[in-house]
């Protein structure tokens, strides 16, 4: 199961969640940890709770890239 984090930076209107294996991870002091989820959509889920425009990185979360 992937540890995902999301980014507490904006980048093009939206927080990205990572897996955190992706190649196009933010810088180490730019990540929020969200921790182990099946898939992306559950955390999507839970950096939502955070950031109400969080949104899936086009790279390593694709069915969660909503934007
Ligand atoms: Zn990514």
């Not at 897996?19 to 989820?37: M, N, V």
Request: hydrophobic share 25%.
């Amino acid at each position: 199961m992937p540890n995902y984090c999301v980014n507490t930076q904006e980048t093009d209107g939206a927080h990205e969640v990572h897996d955190l294996t992706c190649s196009y991870l933010p810088a180490p002091e730019h990540r929020k940890t969200l921790g182990w989820f099946a898939d992306c959509h559950g955390a999507v889920k839970e950096a939502k709770k955070t950031y109400s425009n969080a949104d899936g990185c086009w790279h390593c979360c694709r069915p969660c890239h909503t934007r």
